[in-house]
């Protein structure tokens, strides 16, 4: 037996790896990574990485002797190049083609780049650790920052760069901060504490082109303003790393497809995480996500899937952000919401924002109020009847609502 | 080095050498403790890492902040001896700690 090659060594491709060990898988399973460092946490690299001195070891999610004590051979610094789906191999970039009996395709996303960014110094964007450090370095001694995309990578650099004393402006294309993803309360509660933090958001504004100045790059809006900047930092979403596979002959749209299993529409090829495309009943549709969770959660079925065991993947998207004193946690899918009510008080930067669609809760999206989370999932998950005069009734009770649900 | 235990909820038993200074989250994920899933990566946002605390050491440990008060509100089958690892530092006085993790993580 070959066993199980995994591509792709972060979130979904070690918990793939480790679900099918787990449930029994016994064949060898190799995980390649073009990065050459343990695989570690990426949450941390646009927060708190930036601000203190987190050491690199301390990202590490599992050490060495981990996967050698579940026999998993990690192949670190060499890239995949190419899926041979029939004859069954992944060939490598400097070593031996490595043959499989299954695939897990995990291989993330990269950053969209912004054309008019090509060529030019100071030009930032952030994924792995080393466009971390990378951008760490130059963050130590740049002054001026611009910041194109109002995402949450985005903000979550302007928030460590404004808290580090200095100078940012956040250009935004669209009228509000995360408009795909948070509702309209929310992003408007963020273009507060930005400003509150002197950090200036230019809204429905665009990159026409950028040049070169010194040291600076210069930038230029469609208005006709230009601001310089030491440090650009570029978020403008994601791509999926699904090229691979769509040369492969795998069913590729805006992702790898794959079912509730992880499996593609070639059943001795899985994927997980970022770059695939799964259909989320919650808004009867094929949706990417890119987090942890997702990419935690999928890789379970899918490593399940290897070893026999049927986990289909249903969680309910969780999300979280932190900038400046505010946790924001997200669960659910506000997608097409009709209907809102707030729970405890903006103010106090305290509350939680029900979000509701066709008299359906679809999603809450909470500031520093993480107990509405967990109830929020059950009552998402169990198709609660809740009526946003009920959510924004303090009194009201939640939980008691949620214990009349069927157990998950 | 201090020693600590971590029994999962499927009774696997970690005995772990912990570094000073190294969170309880971190030396979990290090020793191969399944349960730990830390989605947030320390940041005290995701109660992914909550664990239970032996008894005998709840009044031992660093009270916990409201933070981490607020982020257990969320977690699953909290219990008056939770807690949330990653906001546990690992000190020479914790040598013998014994940690249990929960069967579900998360919010």
């Avoid at chain 1, 490595?98 to 054309?115: C, E, K, M």
């Avoid at chain 1, 995402?151 to 979550?156: K, V, W």
């Avoid at chain 1, 808290?163 to 402006?169: A, D, F, I």
């Avoid at chain 1, 040049?211 to 900047?229: F, R």
Wanted: charged share 25%; hydrophobic share 40%; aromatic share 6%.
């Amino acid at each position: 037996m070959s066993g199980l090659v995994v591509i792709g060594a972060s979130y979904a491709g070690v918990q793939a790896a480790i679900s099918a060990r787990e449930a029994g898988y016994a064949e060898p399973i190799r995980i390649v990574s073009d990065e050459d460092m343990l695989p570690y946490q990426r949450p941390p690299l646009s927060k708190a990485y930036l601000l203190d001195g987190v050491a690199e070891d301390k990202l590490i999610i599992r050490g060495d002797k981990y996967f050698a004590d579940k026999k998993i051979d990690l192949v670190l610094g060499e890239k995949a190049i190419r899926i041979d789906r029939t004859g069954k191999r992944v060939e490598l970039q400097n070593k031996p083609a490595l043959a499989f009996d299954r695939l897990v395709i995990a291989t993330g996303s990269r950053a969209r780049q912004l054309p008019s960014a090509a060529g030019l110094q100071n030009i930032f964007y952030l994924r792995s650790l080393a466009d971390a450090l990378a951008l760490k370095a130059q963050l130590s001694t740049a002054a001026e920052l611009v910041v194109i995309g109002g995402g949450f990578i985005g903000l979550e650099v302007a928030a460590s760069a404004a808290k580090l004393g200095k100078k940012v402006t956040v250009i935004e294309s669209t009228r509000r901060l995360i408009e795909r993803a948070l509702s309209p309360v929310l992003s408007e509660f963020l273009r507060d504490i930005h400003k509150n933090h002197n950090v200036t958001i230019r809204f429905s504004e665009t990159v026409t082109g950028m040049t070169q100045n010194g040291a600076k790059a210069e930038i230029h809006c469609a208005n006709g303003d230009k601001l310089n900047a030491d440090l650009v930092l570029v978020g403008i979403g994601g791509i999926p790393n699904a090229e691979m596979a769509a040369d492969a002959g795998i069913s590729v749209q805006n992702g790898i497809m794959v079912d509730a299993f992880g499996v593609s529409d070639h059943s001795e090829v899985l994927a997980a995480g970022d770059c695939t495309s799964h259909f989320n009943a919650l808004v009867k549709r094929n949706i990417r996500l890119e987090s942890v969770q997702h990419a935690q959660d999928q890789a379970k079925s899918a490593g399940s899937a290897i070893a026999g065991k049927q986990v289909v993947y249903d969680a309910i998207p969780r999300f979280w952000s932190d900038q400046y004193d505010a946790k924001l946690q997200m669960v659910g899918l506000s997608e097409g919401h009709d209907a809102h009510a707030i729970r405890g008080s903006i103010a106090d930067n305290k509350f939680s924002v029900f979000l509701f669609r066709d008299g359906k809760l679809v999603a809450i999206d909470s500031v520093n109020r993480p107990g509405d989370q967990l109830i929020g999932r059950r009552l998402i998950a169990g198709g609660a009847m809740l009526s946003p005069a009920q959510a924004s009734d303090d009194s009201f009770d939640l939980k008691g609502l949620a214990g009349t649900l069927a157990p998950e | 080095m201090p020693k600590v235990t971590f029994i999962e909820f499927d009774d696997t038993v970690h005995t772990l050498d912990a570094e000073a200074g190294a969170t309880m989250m971190e030396t979990a994920l290090q020793g191969g403790v399944t349960s730990i899933v830390a989605e947030c990566g320390g940041a005290c946002s995701c109660a992914t890492c909550h664990v239970y605390v032996d008894d005998a050491w709840v009044s031992r440990l660093a009270p916990k902040s409201d933070e981490e008060e607020d982020q257990l509100d969320s977690a699953f089958d909290v219990r008056p001896n939770s807690r949330l690892s990653c906001q546990i530092k690992v000190t020479e006085e914790l040598d013998g700690l014994v940690l249990r993790t929960p069967s579900y993580q998360g919010r």
